[in-house]
Structure formats: structure tokens, C-alpha cells
């Protein structure tokens, strides 16, 4: 199932994980899948009982345009991507009035791929006074997060020959670690290259993997203390030393195709991915001897097969969509699934967390529910519809942006309409 590189290493400390290098309150939603990209919010005393009264629409902001980038937010002020009119752009709200604070025209929108929808995918990362971001056709921008103003871009195709695995668009979410930005142009020069965050110089690029790109958002992570990059590529999960870009270890996946998108998910010196498109899911254990790393393959089964709406690890349970069982509950050190769950009306698409409860969303049809992060089975607190839907026209209509809450509201867009609930008590 795997093919494992061994490549020598310097350090030996304890295990550990780390979040990224930006620095944020723990309410803030700074970038794709939160501060530590584990999708789940620590945010306590929220409405997520809908049982009796569905959460209040604050207001809804009508000019997102199209695309599937999913909203950040610092403080009160929230960041996204769109595009209309030919142009891709990066906007901000206000979140408590969802009024428009600034909006940047990035360049000529990305071609739409495959009618899958026009406009960009990934989500802006925030690190202070900076904004940083990636739009479909590969261009990398940085921006100023006070007036949007273009301070720095590269293009992943034209300086780093990118190559991806299959023509949707990069739909990758920066990495900001110290003064390092992460990104995955993908080919012959090197999967993933390491950008500085202040000018976009290249720091280093690591040639020793030429996957091209998946759509897939690289994490930061401490192991043996070696701090190390964790992505998936066309082709497998690597991970790669922070400090120089040197290849730490590799795993092959023969069944990867088409499009490999989930976030990888790290713990306690394992790796967990899902993928779509009938692969499954493996769980990889990392092992450090003297200098080298090796990666073991702990299983690999079907159970979870997850496409693009995520999957969320909650007190050893891994909760997300399988292609293959439906929502689904799986014990993450066995792969045995807890409990599954299929459902006309909450049928596949995304979701977002938190310690005991879950929210998903319907991607049919935009249908939210309300259910509980537990292995003891399917209990739900409630489902509402989302108030409208957008007209702009896709091969499928599907809403694939990734649900966010942020200081006590829920975001949900539908390309052009974005919808802010209140879920304060």
C-alpha cells in the first residue's frame, strides 16, 4: 500500500504538537480549518440546540461573487476571495454589520473549471497586519489587511513550473509558520516551496518530491523535535523538515486519483487522511530512530472516504462524510466505524466542530444540522435551512464552502450570498 523513504535527521526530543507561528485570540477564525487547522472551534456556551428556535440571521452580505474560499476572521473584521465581472478580488466585512470595509481586484478571474464554478477556492490566511492567499490559476498573494493593497505576488505555474493533479484550480489555504509561507505549487522543480512572509523571496523548495499538487492544505507539526510539513500530493502524504526543506519521510498512495483534498490530521505521532473517490483512509505512524524517520501504514480501509467536506478528530473519533457509509463516527487508532448514519435531507457535504457538538452542512441543498460528537451514535439537536439560495449557476448548484463560527456567529456562504447567525445565547 506505501512506500517509505528514510532520510537522515539530526534531533531527538519529545513528541509534541505545535500550532502554527501566528498569533491570535482563541476566538478568532484566522485561517482555513482555524488557528491549528483541526476545524474545531473552543468556543463555549453557543447555541447549538435547535430544537425549539433556530439562531437569529444577523444580516447577509449579497456581493461575495462566485467561488468556494471560506471566511477568516480576526477580531471583527472578516476576509474572503470571489470573483465577478471578470475579476478575482479580496474583500473585507465588518461582521457586526456586514458592511463592506474594502475590496481588491487581484487580476482576471481564473477560467471556470470543468463548470464547476468561476472564482477562487482557498481561504485567506491572516498573520497581523498582513493577509495572504492563493487564487485558482496559482497566483500567491499578500496583501494589506487594513485597505487590501497589494504588497507582494508570485505565481505557482509561471516561477515554480507548477503542475496539479487534475484542472479544478488550486484550492489550497497558505501556511504561515514564522517568517515562512507555505504553499504546494506541485512538479518537476519541487512539491512544496517555502516563500518569505515580508517579500515572497524563495527560501527554500523541496525538489526531493515532484508529485504534482492535490488541493490539499499543508499543517505545521513537532515530532520528535524535528518541526516538520505535513502535505498530501497527487500522488501521497509527505513530510518535510521546516528548517531546510529536506524530504523527512514519504508514503505512496497508489489509489490516490482525480483529486486528493482533505486536510491531513496529526496526533500524538500519527497521521490521519481520508480521501474521496472510493481510496479510504490510512493512518500512518511516525517513528524517529537516531536520524531517520520512518512512516508505518497502521491501516487503511474504507470506512471513511471522504471527498472535500472534511474530516474533524474529537477525543480519539474522527467525524466526517464517507462516500462509502454516509456521516460517519470512526475510533481513529482501530479505523472500526463507531456508528454511520444516511439521511435524505443531511446528505454529503461539510462540517464544523466542537468539543461535543457538530455542525453540518447539507451541500444539495444547504441544509444545517445540529448533531453530537459522540461514538455512542446519531443524536441530533435540531436542523435549519439557510434563508435563500444563490442564483449564480454551477454544473451542480453545490455549496462546497466549509461553515465557520467565529466569536459567537455562524458564516455561511453560498457563493455570492454569505450569511451571518447569531448563536450567542
Not at 465588518?94 to 487580476?107: A, P, V
Not at 492567499?133 to 498573494?141: E, K, V
Not at 515562512?180 to 523571496?201: E, H, I, R, T, Y
Request: proline share 4%.
Amino acid at each position: 500500500m506505501n512506500r517509505t523513504r528514510m532520510i537522515p535527521l539530526s534531533v531527538a526530543l519529545i513528541a509534541t504538537f505545535v500550532a502554527t507561528g501566528i498569533t491570535t485570540n482563541a476566538q478568532d477564525w484566522p485561517q482555513w480549518r482555524g488557528a491549528n487547522r483541526e476545524g474545531i472551534s473552543t468556543e463555549r456556551n453557543l447555541n447549538l440546540d435547535w430544537t425549539e428556535q433556530n439562531p437569529p440571521l444577523l444580516w447577509t452580505f449579497r456581493d461575495a461573487g462566485s467561488g468556494f474560499s471560506a471566511p477568516t476572521i480576526v477580531g471583527t473584521t472578516l476576509y474572503c476571495q470571489g470573483a465577478a465581472e471578470g475579476n478575482d478580488f479580496a474583500f473585507a466585512l465588518d461582521t457586526k454589520s456586514g458592511n463592506l470595509i474594502w475590496k481588491q481586484n487581484l487580476g482576471a478571474l481564473s477560467v471556470s473549471f470543468q463548470n464547476r464554478g468561476d472564482g477562487p477556492r482557498g481561504s485567506v490566511t491572516v498573520d497581523g497586519n498582513r493577509l495572504y492567499l492563493i487564487r485558482g490559476a496559482g497566483q500567491i498573494h499578500c496583501l494589506s489587511a487594513d485597505d487590501g493593497k497589494m504588497i507582494w505576488e508570485r505565481d505557482l505555474v509561471k516561477d515554480f513550473d507548477g503542475k496539479m493533479m487534475s484542472d479544478w484550480g488550486y484550492s489550497e489555504s497558505p501556511l504561515i509558520d514564522g517568517n515562512l509561507v507555505l504553499c504546494s505549487p506541485g512538479g518537476n522543480q519541487g512539491a512544496v516551496v517555502a516563500l518569505d512572509k515580508s517579500s515572497g523571496a524563495v527560501v527554500w523548495q523541496c525538489n526531493e518530491v515532484t508529485d504534482q499538487a492535490g488541493y490539499s492544505s499543508p499543517i505545521v507539526a513537532e515530532v520528535d523535535g524535528v518541526r516538520q510539513y505535513i502535505q498530501l500530493t497527487g500522488k501521497g502524504i509527505v513530510g518535510i523538515d521546516a528548517k531546510g526543506g529536506k524530504l523527512l519521510w514519504y508514503v505512496e498512495v497508489p489509489a490516490f486519483r482525480t483529486a486528493v483534498i482533505p486536510t491531513p490530521i496529526y496526533f500524538d505521532n500519527m497521521v490521519y487522511v481520508t480521501n474521496g473517490y472510493n481510496v479510504g483512509c490510512l493512518l500512518i505512524k511516525l517513528t524517529k530512530t537516531g536520524d531517520l524517520f520512518d512512516a508505518k501504514t497502521i491501516y487503511a480501509n474504507k470506512n471513511m472516504s471522504n471527498h472535500h467536506g472534511g474530516a474533524v478528530l474529537i477525543n480519539g473519533y474522527v467525524y466526517g462524510y464517507s462516500e462509502t457509509a454516509g456521516w460517519a463516527c470512526q475510533d481513529v487508532k482501530t479505523g472500526e466505524n463507531m456508528w454511520t448514519k444516511r439521511d435524505r435531507e443531511v446528505g454529503k457535504g461539510s462540517l464544523f466542530a466542537f468539543q461535543d457538538r457538530l455542525i453540518l452542512l447539507d451541500m444539495a441543498t444547504g441544509l444545517l444540522t445540529v448533531v453530537a460528537a459522540s461514538p455512542d451514535g446519531w443524536m441530533e439537536f435540531g436542523r435549519m435551512p439557510i434563508p435563500e439560495r444563490t442564483t449564480i449557476q454551477t454544473n451542480d448548484n453545490h455549496m462546497w464552502t466549509h461553515p465557520i463560527v467565529a466569536h459567537g456567529k455562524l458564516y455561511v456562504r453560498d457563493h455570492d450570498l454569505l450569511f451571518c447567525f447569531d448563536l450567542s445565547r
